[in-house]
């Protein structure tokens, strides 16, 4: 059971923000839902591991949240703990070809350092928001590359509050999965490797790639990005498209006119609109085409 007095006390030795009763609306892109019972500003791995076993020896509920661009949380909130993954553990240490991250780090941060350090191999993920450690979990990836190709190792904290390292070849990266999807293992580091390349060409071809966003994505309203996984066999777009749904909108929650994989958030959209809205896009696209499309975000609630 949550005892808040008792996890203030261990947040406060360990130098860890917490703020009770927290609106997750602003934590995520989407930018609505609940409140969560509490919400941990993470500081250090040290700090994950003490808090982690605390909440798991109370049976407390918590939730591992980095940028949250890629989470739908539900309008009763989430009863238990955030721990959140952010700025205040987002140390980025460059060595050589490789880069060493915190998992709350941005991968935003992540590329601009490449950059900086005349490193290439990242360009095409510039423009991802989101942590690097949620970047692992999800093997995030755009215009033709992915976490994979350049991860070189990560540290997590096991089920039993461990701390472990991981090489690439045991993390099981596939499209949009890795070995921590739907686990308890907690991703505290994360070190890529790059090569050797000329800081203008990968300033430029950060810079096409942000354009490219720019020019194809809604970026003007609050959404999680590409709200379906891309089927085998077609895109979730153009499924979208040839059943006429474009436009199509449940309350605050439309399917975007400029990209039909987004569904975006007028501005008033709860958790119940988007869902209503995903279930009858899922629906018709199945009874219309017969692929089934699976959400990409995970649903916190
Ligand atoms: C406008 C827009 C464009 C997008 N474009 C792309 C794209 O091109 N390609 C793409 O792949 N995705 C894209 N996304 C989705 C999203 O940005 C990525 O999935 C991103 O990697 C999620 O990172 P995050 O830090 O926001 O994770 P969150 O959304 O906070 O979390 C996502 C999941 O990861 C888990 N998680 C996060 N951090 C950790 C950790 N340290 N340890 C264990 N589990 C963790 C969470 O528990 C949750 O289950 C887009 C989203 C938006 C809003």
């Given at each position: 059971m949550l005892n808040i007095n008792e996890l203030t006390n261990l947040c406060g030795k360990l130098g860890c923000r917490i703020t009770p009763e927290c609106s997750l609306s602003e934590y995520v892109t989407f930018r609505f839902g609940g409140k969560c019972r509490a919400l941990i500003n993470i500081n250090s791995a040290d700090s994950a591991v003490e808090i982690l076993r605390y909440i798991r020896a109370e049976n407390v509920k918590y939730f591992v949240l980095g940028r949250g661009s890629n989470v739908i949380v539900s309008d009763e909130g989430f009863d238990g703990v955030i721990l959140l993954f952010g700025s205040d553990f987002a140390h980025i240490e460059v060595t050589g070809n490789t880069i060493k991250c915190d998992a709350g780090a941005l991968l935003a941060s992540a590329c601009v350092h490449a950059q900086q350090s005349s490193?290439?191999?990242?360009?095409?993920?510039?423009?991802?928001?989101?942590t690097v450690g949620g970047a692992l979990y999800m093997n995030a990836g755009a215009y033709g590359s992915e976490m994979a190709d350049i991860v070189v190792s990560a540290e997590y904290i096991d089920e039993n509050c461990e701390r472990q390292f991981i090489s690439r070849g045991n993390m099981e990266l596939s499209y949009r999965h890795s070995i921590f999807y739907g686990t308890p293992l907690v991703i505290t580091s994360v070190t890529i490797e790059l090569s050797a390349g000329n800081a203008d060409n990968i300033k430029e071809a950060m810079n096409n790639c942000m354009a490219k966003r720019s020019s194809k994505q809604p970026l003007e309203f609050p959404s999680a990005g590409s709200t379906f996984k891309r089927p085998d066999g077609s895109y979730a777009s153009q499924l979208i498209e040839e059943c006429g749904l474009k436009g199509f909108s449940c309350g605050g929650a439309e399917i975007s006119e400029k990209h039909s994989g987004f569904v975006i958030n007028k501005g008033y959209a709860t958790c119940a609109d988007v869902l209503e809205l995903c279930s009858i896009v899922q629906k018709t696209v199945k009874e219309k085409t017969g692929f089934s499309l699976e959400l990409e975000p995970v649903i916190l609630k």
């Open positions: 490193l290439t191999g990242m360009e095409n993920l510039f423009g991802i928001p989101g």
